[in-house]
């Protein structure tokens, strides 16, 4: 079982759509939760992070934590063809460590 | 505030040669991690240094090191190159003193070994 599994797309959505991204992780330990984006030829840009069970919101991204199902999710809301990307999610086990990836989305919005 | 910076962006080496990236953290911060990104996949971690200090590895060959300088910043050094090396090097820079390890990328370096 993968650390970091993410589902495995490609996804592609219509311009102003809602696009759902989806991450479980196996580490019950798991303390904090990041949301990457990685446009092509491009390095990871944090989009967002959660640490609490619930809903944490910016903007037009809604990142979802449920600790006890061990699932992590992203919702895009009015997706726009700018958000065509990769989008990685990533976990850590609290302190300082490591980061540990999924394999990434690939997300298409179409106009 | 400059971001991460990394050097070189692109480089071409041949099998059995030694490499040396370099970053340079955000200004104050004195965390940086080294990650390796296959094409296709999430970024591996490969090191992180605080303090000039290793605080973790990932589960790399030996012929990857790194260090860290009284700057903050830091090289990744691979010897003896293998054509599974090529791979977008990425490095990334943390403050320790927030609450949550939120880690921030550099461009990265592209390598590819022939």
């Known amino acids: 079982q993968k650390e970091v599994e993410q589902n495995s797309g490609p996804l592609s959505v219509p311009e102003g759509a809602i696009a759902s991204l989806n991450c479980t992780y196996s580490d019950r330990g798991s303390q904090s939760f990041f949301w990457y984006r990685q446009y092509s030829g491009k390095s990871p840009e944090l989009i967002m992070f959660i640490y609490s069970n619930g809903d944490k919101e910016d903007g037009r991204f809604t990142a979802q934590l449920n600790k006890a199902s061990q699932y992590v999710s992203l919702l895009i809301r009015d997706s726009q063809p700018s958000d065509s990307a990769t989008y990685l999610c990533a976990v850590n086990r609290g302190g300082y460590g490591k980061l540990t990836f999924g394999q990434g989305t690939i997300l298409t919005v179409h106009p | 505030d400059a971001g991460v910076t990394q050097s070189p962006t692109h480089l071409i080496k041949t099998r059995g040669q030694h490499v040396t990236l370099r970053c340079s953290p955000i200004?104050?911060?004195?965390?940086v991690s080294w990650y390796q990104q296959v094409l296709g996949q999430g970024p591996q971690f490969i090191f992180q240094y605080y303090e000039k200090e290793e605080r973790g590895r990932g589960n790399f060959p030996d012929r990857f090191s790194a260090r860290q300088f009284p700057n903050y910043s830091s090289e990744l050094n691979v010897n003896a190159l293998l054509l599974g090396d090529s791979a977008l090097y990425l490095c990334?820079?943390?403050?320790?003193?927030?609450?949550?390890?939120?880690?921030?990328f550099g461009p990265g370096t592209r390598l590819t070994v022939l």
């Open positions: 200004s104050g911060h004195k965390s």
């Open positions: 990334a820079s943390s403050d320790r003193d927030r609450e949550v390890n939120e880690q921030f």
